[in-house]
């Protein structure tokens, strides 16, 4: 095996002075409970009753002006909050079989512009499709 050449050690960086901060305490993480806690999120999916929903509006920046833009800022923020939503109900879903939820974007008058979560009732391992029912492969039986 061939040395390595002897070369000098690199002297160690040294910062400019004013480079950095130091001495700033490290804020505690808002955004996960962690350590066990619950967020209110959670909170608010386990004190759902079966058939209830709620929902998250989104608000698209009123400096969008354009039609198609403010479209697409409101399908890229349902998209985001969709998939919050969603990752909460998977959490408790799976913390708790009981607990079933369903997750829509929706932009009616009637269920409101934004993302709505609602929970269902849990799903059974009776409730099998009928193409699949009786069959143990996941095709349609003849």
């Known amino acids: 095996m061939a040395k390595a050449p002897n070369t ?80 909460a109900g998977r959490r408790v879903s799976k913390a708790d079989a009981a607990y079933n939820f369903e997750v829509r974007t929706v932009n009616d008058p009637k269920l409101g512009k934004g993302v709505r979560i609602w929970r269902t009732a849990p799903k059974t391992a009776a409730a099998t499709s009928p193409a699949t029912a009786g069959d143990s492969k996941g095709t349609a039986s003849a």
Do not use: Q
């Open 8 to 87: 000098p050690a690199a002297s160690p960086a040294t910062a400019a002075i004013g480079e950095f901060d130091l001495g700033l305490e490290v804020p505690a993480v808002k955004r996960s409970t962690g350590n066990g806690g619950n967020s209110e999120r959670r909170d608010k999916l386990m004190r759902m009753p079966i058939g209830a929903s709620f929902l998250e509006t989104v608000n698209v920046p009123e400096s969008i002006k354009d039609d198609a833009e403010r479209e697409k800022a409101f399908n890229d923020l349902c998209r985001k909050l969709s998939n919050s939503l969603s990752g």
